[in-house]
C-alpha cells in the first residue's frame, strides 16, 4: 500500500458540519428504509408502539448507519486520500484521531439506545455494530476481500435493519416468515454493494483492496451482481405467492422482470453504467422490499 501524507490539522476539535459529513446523512436512507419494511411487515399497528418507532429510526439510521460511516473513513483515510481526497478525514478537517473518536462514541450511544428496546433488538445492534468494524478494521478488514465485504455490508445495511424495525415492533423475535424475506432480501443486496464498488476501482487497485470488480473484471462482477440480486427476489415471489398475498407476489416479479431489461443495459457497459443503474434497478429493488412487507403484513396482520 503506498504511504499517503495526510494534510496537517488545522483545529483541535472538528466543526459540527464536518462531523455530520462524516456521518454522512445520505447514507442512512437505506437501514432506515429496511427498518421501515421491518415495521410494516410486523403488522402492528404504528400507533401502539411509535415511541419505540422514532427511537429505531434514530437507531438504524443516525446511530448505527451513522458510527459505520465514521469506523470505514477512519480506516480507509488512505484509500480516501486517493479516491476522495475532500472527504472530512483526509481533507483534515476532521482532525487529529476525532474520526475514531467519533466512532468509539457513536457505538457507545447505539448500545445504550438498543439496551432499552428491548433484547433482541440490543442483540441485532451489537451483531451489526461488529460487523461495522471488521468491514473496516485491520486486520480482518473484511472490505478488502471481495466476496466477504458486500456480504457484511448487505446483511448490516439490509437484513439486521429490517429485522430491528420488526422486533421493536413486535417486541420480541420476529415471525419466520419475515425472518426469511429478510434473509433473502440481505442476500440480494450483496449484487447492490458489488456495483457500489465499481466507484472506487482504481483507488482499490492501487492499495490492494481486491474487491469484485478488481478481482474478477468488471463485466464478470457485474453478471455476478445481477444473478446475485435477482435470485432471492423470485425466492419471495414464489414465498409470497405460497403464502396467499397474490398481489404482492405479483408486484414483486414484475419489479423483478423490469430490473431484467435495466440489467442488460448495465451488462453492456458495467463501468459506466453503475451508477444509472444503482438509481434505477435498485430503486426497483427496495420497492420490492417494501411490497414484500405489506405482503408479510397480510399474512402476519
Request: aromatic share 10%; proline share 8%; with cysteine.
Amino acid at each position: 500500500m503506498p504511504v499517503v501524507t495526510l494534510p496537517a490539522a488545522t483545529r483541535r476539535f472538528p466543526h459540527p458540519r464536518d462531523v455530520l459529513a462524516l456521518l454522512k446523512p445520505v447514507t442512512w436512507f437505506p437501514p432506515m428504509w429496511a427498518f421501515m419494511c421491518g415495521v410494516v411487515s410486523s403488522g402492528v399497528p404504528l400507533a401502539e408502539r411509535w415511541g419505540f418507532l422514532v427511537a429505531g429510526m434514530v437507531l438504524a439510521g443516525p446511530l448505527v448507519c451513522g458510527t459505520s460511516q465514521a469506523v470505514n473513513d477512519w480506516f480507509d483515510r488512505d484509500v480516501d486520500a486517493i479516491n476522495e481526497p475532500d472527504r472530512p478525514i483526509p481533507s483534515g478537517r476532521i482532525p487529529g484521531h476525532w474520526g475514531l473518536w467519533i466512532a468509539c462514541i457513536g457505538s457507545l450511544l447505539s448500545l445504550v439506545i438498543a439496551a432499552l428496546l428491548g433484547p433482541w433488538v440490543l442483540a441485532a445492534t451489537v451483531l451489526g455494530l461488529i460487523l461495522a468494524w471488521i468491514y473496516s478494521m485491520p486486520p480482518i478488514r473484511a472490505k478488502a476481500h471481495g466476496w466477504w465485504g458486500p456480504g457484511v455490508c448487505a446483511l448490516a445495511y439490509e437484513g439486521l435493519t429490517w429485522f430491528t424495525g420488526a422486533a421493536v415492533m413486535a417486541g420480541g423475535l420476529p415471525n419466520g416468515h419475515i425472518l426469511a424475506v429478510l434473509a433473502l432480501y440481505a442476500a440480494g443486496a450483496h449484487g447492490i454493494m458489488v456495483l457500489n464498488d465499481f466507484k472506487a476501482i482504481e483507488g482499490d487497485r492501487q492499495t490492494g483492496v481486491t474487491s469484485l470488480p478488481v478481482r474478477l473484471g468488471v463485466r464478470k462482477a457485474a453478471l455476478v451482481a445481477c444473478v446475485t440480486m435477482a435470485v432471492p427476489q423470485a425466492v419471495v415471489a414464489g414465498l409470497l405467492w405460497h403464502w396467499g398475498p397474490w398481489w404482492a407476489a405479483a408486484a414483486v416479479a414484475a419489479s423483478l422482470a423490469t430490473q431484467a431489461v435495466l440489467m442488460r443495459r448495465l451488462l453492456s457497459d458495467p463501468a459506466k453504467q453503475a451508477p444509472w443503474y444503482n438509481a434505477t434497478g435498485t430503486s426497483l429493488y427496495v420497492t420490492g422490499m417494501l411490497i414484500a412487507a405489506f405482503g408479510l403484513r397480510a399474512v402476519t396482520g
